[in-house]
């Protein structure tokens, strides 16, 4: 493929790479110069009826798995791509994909480098209200996604979008499965060009690997999602440090069961099992049955899973008839990682359990790896990266030195994103004034460089890895007109760790029920994540000496209410 990196550096001296640095990190290694789609074009040549991804046949269903090749990968995402350049979108336009888990989310998202342009990756469970700021914040013209959605078709979801900055706004429609039953741009259908002729028409427009491909959401913690920018060879970074902690190979079977889209789901099944060369399992939707009889059949190796879904399959009784002694490493993250949980998920299937500490801005600053001790692994996030120079900062703001630290991590290297897209304020918030990254997080890191959380500076929840800000909830309830005063605070939960929980107080005595809010939520478009899962009315809420609402008394008290629950 040929890649003209002189025009596509249209990001470069606007919060791009800057060329020094990405010549420095491919010097020592810790980058390249190949891209992603170069890499699965090597696969096709090479072995092209092999499996890139595999949507297993589910319950009920008899039919055989479905295999996308990589020929397929290929071959589909040069289609795409020049079915996007002929409908005359321009190099560093940028496209919003809505898909649910599957191959054709991962050919979407490659697809726009090839033509020179910026996928948006948007989560598919995202409402209208987020939908639409995503969109919006990325200036995006078109938006990739299935005929019907939610009971919605394209063309409606598109004029539902398209208003003021999305006035506008393209729809382009694929199928699953061959792009040969049907791609409809703008509601009608067009044909898909030969691959030579897909070759041919885009020819000269490719990204490069320290070029801006993608924006992506990140749950944050002060309401709407901040856009996080990325190259693909901070990815190609954190690959390396996959390969090196779980030991990961080519003869590896790969199951992805957190959304692409997302920074986990990023490395878990978009890069690394591509970068070498492996099958992944993917699904529309996770089901943990059906997940643990896939993994047994396709004699999966490698599991990447947030704690709530591993929680899932130690819990199903599925997982006492299925052999899954194929399984050899299962990485997690994305919220904290329950010690006695995950050494039982080890007891019971022989995978060692493996996790990074970062984020989607951050990449990472620490990992186990197979040589550390199960003590380590579990209750500890692992050693810190010497290439990701992190440091720590206390509660007076001074950087802290010793054998042991406790404070604000922060790191500046090879894995970080490129900030936010457009957002100053948040990026003076994520980055210091010499431009570490900032976690949001207390952490203490002890004199053999393993790294413990032992805090959160942000009210957030976190519910099955997906981070929801307390104050955009509240936001979003005290619109209701019953409410008067709400609260919102994270009740324990032994599958997602954490769920939303929310204390109001009504307007007038006005009876409110947990449907009516859900309801209310539904309506304005929000992410079905942030809808409360109890409702807690009360006749005033309890305030700190500061004015500001007493949350570590709500906390106790939902701690309360659930125990004398559970006591009987």
């Known amino acids: 493929m040929e890649q003209d990196h002189a025009r596509n550096r249209w990001a470069h001296g606007d919060g791009g790479v800057d060329p020094a640095i990405a010549a420095a990190y491919v010097a020592k290694g810790w980058w390249g110069t ?88 948007i989560g598919h469970r995202a409402g209208d209200a987020e939908l639409r700021h995503l969109l919006g914040r990325t200036k995006a013209v078109a938006l990739i996604t299935h005929a019907e959605r939610g009971g919605r078709s394209a063309t409606e979801l598109v004029a539902d979008m398209g208003q003021g900055d999305l006035a506008g706004l393209r729809s382009v429609v694929i199928p699953d499965g061959p792009l040969e039953d049907g791609v409809f741009v703008d509601g009608q259908p067009v044909d898909v060009p030969t691959p030579e002729a897909a070759e041919a028409a885009i020819a000269g427009r490719a990204l490069g690997p320290d070029d801006i491909f993608m924006f992506n959401s990140t749950s944050g913690t002060t309401g709407l999602p901040k856009c996080v920018v990325h190259t693909e060879n901070r990815w190609f970074y954190f690959h390396q440090l996959a390969v090196e902690s779980g030991g990961l190979n080519p003869d590896d079977v790969f199951y992805g069961a957190v959304p692409a889209p997302f920074g986990f789901g990023q490395w878990t099944s978009h ?158 918030e994520l980055l210091t004034d010499d431009r570490w990254m900032l976690m949001g997080d207390v952490v203490e890191i002890d004199q053999d460089g393993y790294l413990r959380v032992v805090g959160r500076t942000s009210d957030i929840i976190i519910r099955g890895g997906k981070n929801i800000s307390a104050p955009a909830v509240e936001a979003e309830l005290a619109e209701h007109p019953d409410v008067a005063m709400v609260a919102a605070v994270a009740m324990p939960d032994e599958v997602f760790g954490e769920r939303v929980c929310v204390y109001v107080v009504t307007r007038d005595g006005a009876v409110l029920e947990l449907d009516d809010l859900t309801v209310f939520l539904d309506r304005r478009g929000v992410s079905k994540e942030w809808f409360p899962e109890r409702l807690v009315v009360v006749d005033q809420l309890p305030m700190s000496s500061g004015g500001k609402v007493a949350k570590g008394d709500l906390r106790a008290d939902i701690r309360r209410r659930l125990e004398a629950e559970a006591a009987g």
């Not at 008899?62 to 071959?75: E, K, L, N, S």
Request: proline content about 7%.
């Open 34 to 121: 190949d891209t992603l789609a170069q890499v699965v074009a090597r696969h096709a040549a090479a072995k092209p009826d092999a499996p890139a991804f595999i949507v297993p046949a589910g319950a009920g269903d008899p039919g055989p798995d479905r295999v996308f090749t990589w020929a397929d990968y290929h071959r589909r995402t040069s289609q795409l791509a020049a079915i996007l350049a002929a409908a005359g979108l321009q190099p560093g336009d940028r496209v919003g994909v809505l898909l649910p888990d599957g191959p054709e989310v991962h050919m979407a998202l490659m697809a726009p480098s090839k033509a020179g342009l910026v996928v948006v990756g």
């Open 271 to 428: 890069f690394t099992p591509a970068i070498l060369g492996c099958p992944t399992v993917v699904s529309p939707r996770f089901n943990v049955a059906d997940a643990l009889h896939a993994m047994e059949r396709l004699r999966v190796s490698v599991l990447g899973c947030v704690s709530t879904q591993f929680i899932m399959m130690l819990n199903s009784p599925v997982l006492d008839q299925v052999d899954l002694t194929a399984l050899r490493a299962m990485y997690t993250g994305g919220e904290a990682v329950p010690y006695e949980r995950a050494a039982a998920f080890e007891d019971q299937t022989g995978a060692v359990v493996l996790q990074f500490y970062g984020s989607n801005e951050s990449g990472t600053f620490s990992r186990s790896t197979l040589t550390d001790s199960r003590e380590r692994r579990l209750k500890t996030t692992g050693r810190i990266i010497d290439d990701m120079q992190v440091r720590v900062y206390g509660a007076d703001g001074q950087l802290q030195t010793g054998p042991v630290r406790t404070g604000v991590p922060a790191g500046r290297g090879p894995a970080t994103c490129l900030g936010y897209l457009d957002d100053d304020a948040a990026n003076a």
